[in-house]
């Protein structure tokens, strides 16, 4: 079960994270009737572009600590956590550089002019927000299996060992 209620909160962050990126290059439509004002499709404000990216920045691509809680991870998994966040990192950069949404801002900013939120702007932002954490000396995803100051933690029952592939020869972690 523990498998299950973490792949629902997996879903259920990366559906966030889906709704948060409609903002950025996005269009609002309200529906209208006849001989009602006012245009139908509008852009999604510049302030709430920016409050998107910071969004993205701060809940997908800087490293989500939460979702690397060892204490449940290791209840149905031995490893692959690191690659799970990063293939969903991935998924909400490719959402950001979609051709489509970029077209739209340049659009946009064609359009609405100083009010519109511009593809270079969205660009610089991204990338702030994509090198925040190297530009911190955090520059790497921890593995469950350390603590914060990237010491290797022990099981407590002390039945399963650490092995790396360093003692073997061969570089790296082979498992737990």
Same mark, same amino acid.
């Given at each position: 079960?523990?498998?299950?209620?973490?792949?629902?909160?997996? =879903?259920?962050?990366?559906?966030?994270?889906? /709704?948060?990126?409609?903002?950025?290059? &996005?269009?609002?439509?309200?529906?209208?009737?006849? &001989?009602?004002?006012?245009?139908?499709?509008?852009?999604?404000?510049?302030?709430?572009?920016?409050?998107?990216?910071?969004?993205?920045?701060?809940?997908?691509?800087?490293?989500?600590?939460?979702?690397?809680?060892? %204490?449940?991870? %290791?209840?149905?998994?031995?490893?692959?956590?690191? %690659?799970?966040?990063?293939?969903?990192?991935?998924?909400?950069?490719?959402?950001?550089?979609?051709?489509?949404?970029?077209?739209?801002?340049?659009?946009?900013?064609?359009?609405?002019?100083?009010?519109?939120?511009?593809?270079?702007?969205?660009?610089? &932002?991204?990338?702030?927000?994509?090198?925040?954490?190297?530009?911190?000396?955090?520059?790497?995803?921890?593995?469950?299996?350390?603590?914060?100051?990237?010491?290797?933690?022990?099981?407590?029952? =002390? /039945?399963?060992?650490?092995?790396?592939?360093?003692?073997?020869?061969?570089?790296?972690?082979? &498992?737990?």
């Amino acid at each position: 079960q523990p498998k299950t209620l973490y792949g629902q909160m997996i =879903g259920q962050w990366n559906r966030y994270t889906g /709704h948060v990126l409609t903002n950025i290059g &996005g269009v609002v439509y309200t529906r209208k009737a006849q &001989g009602q004002e006012g245009p139908q499709y509008e852009m999604v404000p510049e302030t709430e572009q920016r409050r998107a990216m910071e969004y993205l920045g701060r809940q997908v691509f800087a490293t989500p600590d939460w979702m690397l809680d060892a %204490d449940i991870l %290791d209840r149905f998994q031995g490893s692959g956590a690191p %690659d799970q966040i990063r293939g969903l990192q991935a998924f909400a950069l490719r959402g950001v550089l979609n051709v489509d949404r970029m077209k739209r801002l340049v659009e946009q900013e064609a359009f609405n002019g100083d009010e519109a939120y511009t593809l270079g702007e969205m660009m610089d &932002g991204l990338r702030a927000v994509i090198w925040a954490e190297v530009s911190s000396g955090a520059t790497r995803l921890h593995r469950p299996d350390e603590d914060a100051h990237g010491r290797r933690r022990c099981p407590a029952d =002390g /039945h399963r060992t650490v092995r790396t592939r360093a003692a073997s020869g061969a570089g790296s972690r082979v &498992g737990q």
